[in-house]
């Protein structure tokens, strides 16, 4: 667990994103504020819809405009204003310190060049290697990410890959210019449960060795309990609630995130114990929330729930959270 006086790598404030439609607008990011230390795994968890990856995508410029929009927020990365870059300075970025690892290899990886060719692509553009010296640090790649023969491999298309093996391949083209920071949107989500264990345990290994931040995306509160070390939950484009990854699971405050654990299933628990559904979809917000966004699908609303949108409160340590009417140390550990 880091402390409290590690760097921030990222700074996040305000950050604001909109959709324009012909239906009118869609506000998916709704004052979103997170920072990121150095060498630390932050999880952010939500159902799909809650704004997790627009949020990510937003920060590095990565949504199309037209359609989106960032009207507002700032994004801090090596005393730079990512919202204010220029394309030129955020291609220098994105790649190069920020990496990305999508959820779909199949849709990210060319299919007509070969991966050696994908790899070395980058070493060679951000970092201004010859080619020889580009394949050289592509091996290293890939036998860093685990894939045998990597030197052979490097000649093989995506294809000729397994999915866990293209996710792997995935992993070391974000790797290879040396980030600081590594944003995964749900990459194991494709993957059966093994070679999901395999690159949770090669995320955590990376890290490890390399020190960077990573910041993982997820709707899996059982992957973010073994990696994390603090977590947004998302609902309705917003932070709900942030704390430490033992004190959410021990203490849950938002009653979003309660119902969320109570949709895992657990294995000490009595055989015949039913779990939890959360009824109800994620809002699609046309304006600005108003009132709590999950509202409407909340137990322990109250009236003042539906005319003002609580925002995030201290309630401890490192541990925050958007409610008015938030679950009880004693609710949680009885739940």
């Not at 899996?220 to 709900?240: C, E, N, P, S």
């Amino acid at each position: 667990m880091l402390d409290g006086a590690t760097p921030s790598v990222l700074d996040v404030k305000g950050l604001k994103t909109v959709f324009k439609t012909r239906r009118g607008e869609v506000h998916a990011v709704n004052d979103v504020s997170f920072h990121l230390k150095a060498g630390e795994l932050l999880g952010v968890v939500g159902e799909s819809g809650s704004g997790k990856s627009v949020t990510m995508m937003s920060l590095i410029g990565l949504l199309p405009s037209p359609p989106a929009e960032v009207r507002n927020g700032t994004v801090m990365f090596e005393d730079q204003d990512l919202l204010t870059a220029t394309d030129e300075q955020l291609r220098a970025v994105r790649g190069a310190r920020i990496g990305f690892v999508f959820q779909d290899p199949m849709t990210s990886l060319n299919p007509v060049f070969n991966v050696g060719f994908q790899l070395m692509e980058p070493l060679r553009k951000h970092m201004g290697m010859n080619k020889s010296a580009a394949r050289k640090r592509a091996v290293e790649l890939l036998e860093l990410v685990g894939i045998p023969d990597a030197a052979r491999r490097l000649k093989d298309y995506p294809h000729q890959f397994s999915g866990g093996m293209r996710q792997r391949v995935m992993i070391a083209i974000a790797l290879a210019c040396d980030p600081k920071v590594l944003i995964a949107d749900e990459p194991t989500t494709a993957l059966d449960v093994t070679i999901q264990a395999q690159i949770l345990e090669l995320m955590k290994d990376l890290r490890d060795k390399l020190g960077m931040a990573v910041v993982w995306i997820t709707h899996d509160l059982g992957v973010i309990a073994g990696i994390a070390d603090r977590v947004l939950v998302m609902y309705g484009g917003q932070v709900v609630e942030h704390a430490p990854v033992r004190e959410l699971f021990k203490n849950p405050q938002h009653p979003y995130t309660h119902a969320l654990l109570q949709t895992v299933p657990n294995v000490r628990g009595k055989r015949e114990a039913r779990l939890e559904v959360i009824e109800g979809q994620p809002p699609i917000l046309g304006a600005p929330p108003s009132s709590c966004p999950f509202r409407p699908r909340c137990a322990r609303a109250i009236a003042r729930c539906e005319v003002e949108n609580p925002l995030r409160e201290p309630v401890s340590q490192g541990h925050d959270v958007a409610c008015f009417h938030p679950v009880s140390a004693t609710e949680a550990q009885n739940a």
